[in-house]
T-cell receptor, first 111, second 111 residues
Framework: GENVEQHPSTLSVQEGDSAVIKCTYS??????FPWYKQELGKRPQLIID?????GEKKDQRIAVTLNKTAKHFSLHITETQPEDSAVYFC??????????FGAGTTVTVRA | NAGVTQTPKFQVLKTGQSMTLQCAQD?????MSWYRQDPGMGLRLIHY???????DQGEVPNGYNVSRSTTEDFPLRLLSAAPSQTSVYFC??????????FGPGTRLTVT
Protein backbone atom coordinates (compact mmCIF):
# COMPACT_ATOMS: atom_id res chain seq x y z
CA GLY A 1 0.00 0.00 0.00
CA GLU A 2 0.84 3.67 -0.07
CA ASN A 3 3.30 5.04 2.51
CA VAL A 4 3.41 8.78 3.18
CA GLU A 5 6.20 10.39 5.19
CA GLN A 6 5.91 13.96 6.44
CA HIS A 7 8.59 16.34 7.75
CA PRO A 8 9.13 18.12 10.02
CA SER A 9 6.95 16.88 12.86
CA THR A 10 7.01 20.32 14.51
CA LEU A 11 7.65 23.74 13.04
CA SER A 12 7.90 27.07 14.83
CA VAL A 13 7.96 30.24 12.75
CA GLN A 14 7.88 33.96 13.45
CA GLU A 15 4.71 35.71 12.39
CA GLY A 16 5.14 36.96 8.84
CA ASP A 17 7.70 34.34 7.91
CA SER A 18 7.08 31.39 5.59
CA ALA A 19 6.46 27.79 6.58
CA VAL A 20 7.25 24.76 4.43
CA ILE A 21 6.14 21.19 5.06
CA LYS A 22 7.39 18.32 2.91
CA CYS A 23 5.92 14.91 2.17
CA THR A 24 7.08 11.91 0.20
CA TYR A 25 4.98 9.03 -1.09
CA SER A 26 5.81 5.54 -2.25
CA UNK A 27 3.17 4.55 -4.81
CA UNK A 28 3.91 6.03 -8.23
CA UNK A 29 0.24 5.42 -9.17
CA UNK A 30 -0.98 7.95 -6.59
CA UNK A 31 -2.83 10.75 -8.36
CA UNK A 32 -4.34 13.03 -5.72
CA PHE A 33 -2.57 14.89 -2.91
CA PRO A 34 -4.66 16.88 -0.41
CA TRP A 35 -3.52 18.90 2.58
CA TYR A 36 -5.64 19.12 5.71
CA LYS A 37 -5.50 21.56 8.60
CA GLN A 38 -6.67 20.45 12.02
CA GLU A 39 -7.16 22.86 14.87
CA LEU A 40 -7.15 21.58 18.43
CA GLY A 41 -10.21 19.47 19.15
CA LYS A 42 -11.62 19.94 15.66
CA ARG A 43 -11.98 17.80 12.57
CA PRO A 44 -9.44 17.88 9.72
CA GLN A 45 -10.44 20.32 7.00
CA LEU A 46 -9.16 20.44 3.45
CA ILE A 47 -7.14 23.56 2.73
CA ILE A 48 -5.69 22.79 -0.68
CA ASP A 49 -5.19 19.83 -2.98
CA UNK A 50 -3.32 19.00 -6.15
CA UNK A 51 -3.77 16.35 -8.81
CA UNK A 52 -1.01 14.47 -10.54
CA UNK A 53 -1.36 16.36 -13.82
CA UNK A 54 -0.50 19.69 -12.15
CA GLY A 55 2.87 20.79 -10.78
CA GLU A 56 1.82 23.72 -8.62
CA LYS A 57 -1.33 25.25 -7.21
CA LYS A 58 -1.87 28.45 -5.22
CA ASP A 59 -4.68 29.78 -3.09
CA GLN A 60 -3.91 33.15 -1.54
CA ARG A 61 -1.12 32.55 1.02
CA ILE A 62 -1.04 28.80 0.51
CA ALA A 63 0.66 26.89 -2.29
CA VAL A 64 1.38 23.26 -2.99
CA THR A 65 4.03 21.86 -5.33
CA LEU A 66 4.26 18.33 -6.69
CA ASN A 67 7.29 16.53 -8.12
CA LYS A 68 6.04 13.26 -9.55
CA THR A 69 9.47 12.08 -10.59
CA ALA A 70 10.83 12.40 -7.09
CA LYS A 71 7.49 11.43 -5.51
CA HIS A 72 7.33 14.35 -3.16
CA PHE A 73 5.03 17.29 -2.59
CA SER A 74 5.21 20.32 -0.35
CA LEU A 75 2.97 22.86 1.35
CA HIS A 76 4.09 26.48 1.46
CA ILE A 77 2.44 29.05 3.72
CA THR A 78 3.59 32.64 3.23
CA GLU A 79 3.15 35.61 5.55
CA THR A 80 2.16 33.33 8.42
CA GLN A 81 -0.40 34.56 10.93
CA PRO A 82 -1.31 33.31 14.43
CA GLU A 83 -4.43 31.62 13.03
CA ASP A 84 -2.17 29.41 10.91
CA SER A 85 -1.12 27.61 14.11
CA ALA A 86 -2.52 24.06 13.79
CA VAL A 87 -1.59 20.52 12.83
CA TYR A 88 -1.21 19.99 9.09
CA PHE A 89 -1.54 16.61 7.38
CA CYS A 90 -0.54 15.65 3.89
CA UNK A 91 -2.16 12.68 2.17
CA UNK A 92 -1.91 10.68 -1.03
CA UNK A 93 -4.53 8.67 -2.82
CA UNK A 94 -3.72 5.78 -5.09
CA UNK A 95 -5.91 3.92 -7.56
CA UNK A 96 -7.56 1.84 -4.84
CA UNK A 97 -9.35 4.96 -3.60
CA UNK A 98 -7.70 4.78 -0.19
CA UNK A 99 -6.31 7.99 1.26
CA UNK A 100 -3.04 7.53 3.19
CA PHE A 101 -1.99 10.27 5.60
CA GLY A 102 1.32 11.54 6.86
CA ALA A 103 1.92 11.70 10.61
CA GLY A 104 1.28 15.44 10.78
CA THR A 105 3.21 18.67 11.39
CA THR A 106 2.43 20.88 14.35
CA VAL A 107 2.90 24.47 13.23
CA THR A 108 3.27 27.22 15.81
CA VAL A 109 3.31 30.83 14.68
CA ARG A 110 5.06 33.09 17.23
CA ALA A 111 3.73 36.63 17.56
CA ASN B 1 -27.04 19.92 4.75
CA ALA B 2 -25.73 18.65 8.07
CA GLY B 3 -22.77 17.07 6.26
CA VAL B 4 -21.15 14.19 8.16
CA THR B 5 -22.42 13.60 11.69
CA GLN B 6 -21.06 11.29 14.37
CA THR B 7 -22.42 10.14 17.72
CA PRO B 8 -21.49 10.04 20.49
CA LYS B 9 -18.90 12.82 20.88
CA PHE B 10 -17.33 11.18 23.91
CA GLN B 11 -17.47 7.63 25.26
CA VAL B 12 -15.80 5.74 28.09
CA LEU B 13 -15.84 1.94 27.97
CA LYS B 14 -14.49 -0.78 30.17
CA THR B 15 -12.27 -3.45 28.68
CA GLY B 16 -14.39 -6.13 27.04
CA GLN B 17 -17.46 -3.99 26.47
CA SER B 18 -18.89 -3.56 22.99
CA MET B 19 -20.35 -0.49 21.37
CA THR B 20 -21.25 1.09 18.06
CA LEU B 21 -20.03 4.44 16.82
CA GLN B 22 -22.58 6.01 14.55
CA CYS B 23 -21.84 7.92 11.36
CA ALA B 24 -24.29 9.44 8.92
CA GLN B 25 -24.05 11.73 5.92
CA ASP B 26 -26.76 13.54 3.97
CA UNK B 27 -24.76 14.35 0.83
CA UNK B 28 -25.58 11.08 -0.98
CA UNK B 29 -21.88 10.20 -1.04
CA UNK B 30 -21.00 6.71 -2.17
CA UNK B 31 -17.62 6.49 -0.47
CA MET B 32 -17.35 6.43 3.34
CA SER B 33 -14.42 5.68 5.64
CA TRP B 34 -13.50 5.29 9.28
CA TYR B 35 -10.16 6.53 10.62
CA ARG B 36 -8.55 6.54 14.00
CA GLN B 37 -6.22 9.30 15.09
CA ASP B 38 -3.48 8.72 17.62
CA PRO B 39 -0.76 11.20 18.65
CA GLY B 40 2.15 11.24 16.22
CA MET B 41 0.54 8.71 13.88
CA GLY B 42 -1.73 10.76 11.68
CA LEU B 43 -5.01 9.28 10.54
CA ARG B 44 -5.10 5.55 9.92
CA LEU B 45 -7.81 3.90 7.85
CA ILE B 46 -9.84 1.25 9.68
CA HIS B 47 -12.54 0.27 7.18
CA TYR B 48 -14.10 1.84 4.13
CA UNK B 49 -17.09 1.40 1.85
CA UNK B 50 -17.54 2.28 -1.82
CA UNK B 51 -21.32 1.93 -1.68
CA UNK B 52 -24.24 0.32 0.10
CA UNK B 53 -23.54 -3.35 0.73
CA UNK B 54 -19.82 -3.05 -0.02
CA UNK B 55 -17.15 -2.75 2.67
CA ASP B 56 -13.44 -3.48 2.82
CA GLN B 57 -10.59 -3.38 5.30
CA GLY B 58 -8.17 -0.56 5.67
CA GLU B 59 -4.82 -0.36 7.39
CA VAL B 60 -5.88 -1.25 10.97
CA PRO B 61 -9.14 -3.31 10.84
CA ASN B 62 -8.57 -5.74 13.71
CA GLY B 63 -11.14 -5.44 16.51
CA TYR B 64 -13.61 -3.46 14.39
CA ASN B 65 -16.57 -4.39 12.22
CA VAL B 66 -18.58 -2.27 9.80
CA SER B 67 -21.68 -2.61 7.68
CA ARG B 68 -23.26 -0.39 5.04
CA SER B 69 -26.95 -1.17 4.65
CA THR B 70 -27.84 2.31 3.36
CA THR B 71 -25.96 5.06 1.53
CA GLU B 72 -26.39 7.40 4.50
CA ASP B 73 -25.15 5.30 7.42
CA PHE B 74 -21.82 3.63 8.16
CA PRO B 75 -21.60 2.40 11.77
CA LEU B 76 -18.37 1.15 13.33
CA ARG B 77 -18.63 -1.65 15.89
CA LEU B 78 -16.11 -2.43 18.57
CA LEU B 79 -16.68 -6.07 19.45
CA SER B 80 -14.66 -6.29 22.69
CA ALA B 81 -13.03 -3.00 23.60
CA ALA B 82 -9.34 -2.94 24.53
CA PRO B 83 -7.22 -0.10 25.96
CA SER B 84 -5.31 -0.03 22.63
CA GLN B 85 -8.53 1.21 21.03
CA THR B 86 -8.44 4.43 23.03
CA SER B 87 -8.34 7.02 20.28
CA VAL B 88 -10.24 9.69 18.39
CA TYR B 89 -12.36 8.22 15.63
CA PHE B 90 -13.29 10.14 12.50
CA CYS B 91 -15.82 9.17 9.89
CA UNK B 92 -15.46 10.67 6.41
CA UNK B 93 -17.35 10.65 3.14
CA UNK B 94 -16.87 11.77 -0.44
CA UNK B 95 -18.57 11.53 -3.79
CA UNK B 96 -16.67 10.04 -6.70
CA UNK B 97 -14.64 13.22 -6.85
CA UNK B 98 -11.70 14.08 -4.73
CA UNK B 99 -12.59 16.14 -1.65
CA UNK B 100 -13.24 14.11 1.48
CA UNK B 101 -15.38 15.53 4.29
CA PHE B 102 -14.78 14.54 7.90
CA GLY B 103 -17.25 14.26 10.75
CA PRO B 104 -16.60 15.98 14.11
CA GLY B 105 -15.05 12.89 15.69
CA THR B 106 -15.71 10.59 18.65
CA ARG B 107 -13.24 10.55 21.52
CA LEU B 108 -13.16 7.03 22.95
CA THR B 109 -11.44 5.98 26.16
CA VAL B 110 -11.17 2.32 27.13
CA THR B 111 -10.20 1.65 30.74
Amino acid sequence: GENVEQHPSTLSVQEGDSAVIKCTYSDSASNYFPWYKQELGKRPQLIIDIRSNVGEKKDQRIAVTLNKTAKHFSLHITETQPEDSAVYFCAARSNDYKLSFGAGTTVTVRA
Amino acid sequence: NAGVTQTPKFQVLKTGQSMTLQCAQDMNHEYMSWYRQDPGMGLRLIHYSVGAGITDQGEVPNGYNVSRSTTEDFPLRLLSAAPSQTSVYFCASRENTYEQYFGPGTRLTVT
